[in-house]
């Protein structure tokens, strides 16, 4: 146990200034998003999720790749060390607001599959362009939701 939190301590301890500013941010998200699921209809959370940027070529422009993929650690990184549960659609809102609060946007995605006992499993991504930014994209999890305006098959 000494030599877990050793190792804890030591990565806590590595982490820049920038990384902490993220994890602090991070955890607002994350906790905004609690409250607004425990007070707002998924029904609702799911349309704003979805809902196209303006101007898809004009925006991110105060998040590069850089920023993104830290976002995307932070975000992962918080949700596993909060005291409420913060599991993918959670995370999917908490990445979703940041970003656009920055004039950036992800694409939401929510799929279904079965276990091998036959139960419906469910789970959400968000992603901007090939880059995963929450959840990732399992392949076998068949599209449910997608983003508003994405053709259908």
């Known amino acids: 146990m000494a030599a877990r939190f050793a190792a804890r ?35 609702v959370i799911f349309h704003d999720l979805r809902q196209s940027p303006p101007d898809p070529v004009k925006e991110c422009a105060e998040l590069g790749l850089a920023d993104l993929r830290r976002l995307s ?15 993918c659609v959670l995370q999917a809102m908490a990445a ?12 939401f995605f929510v799929g279904v599959r079965k276990d091998p006992q036959g139960a419906l499993l469910s ?25 508003l305006g994405t053709p259908r098959c």
């Open 9 to 43: 301590l030591g990565r806590a301890l590595s982490l820049t200034r920038e990384d902490w500013r993220f994890i602090a941010i991070a955890v607002k998200e994350l906790a905004l998003a609690r409250l607004r699921h425990a007070t707002t209809r998924i029904d």
């Open 73 to 87: 650690w932070a975000i992962a990184a918080a949700a596993a060390r909060v005291p409420w549960r913060s599991d």
């Open 96 to 107: 979703q607001r940041w970003m656009r609060r920055r004039h950036c946007g992800g694409d």
């Open 123 to 147: 789970h959400a991504w968000l992603r901007r362009g090939e880059l995963s930014i929450t959840g990732g994209a399992d392949p076998e999890f068949e599209v449910l939701l997608a983003p």
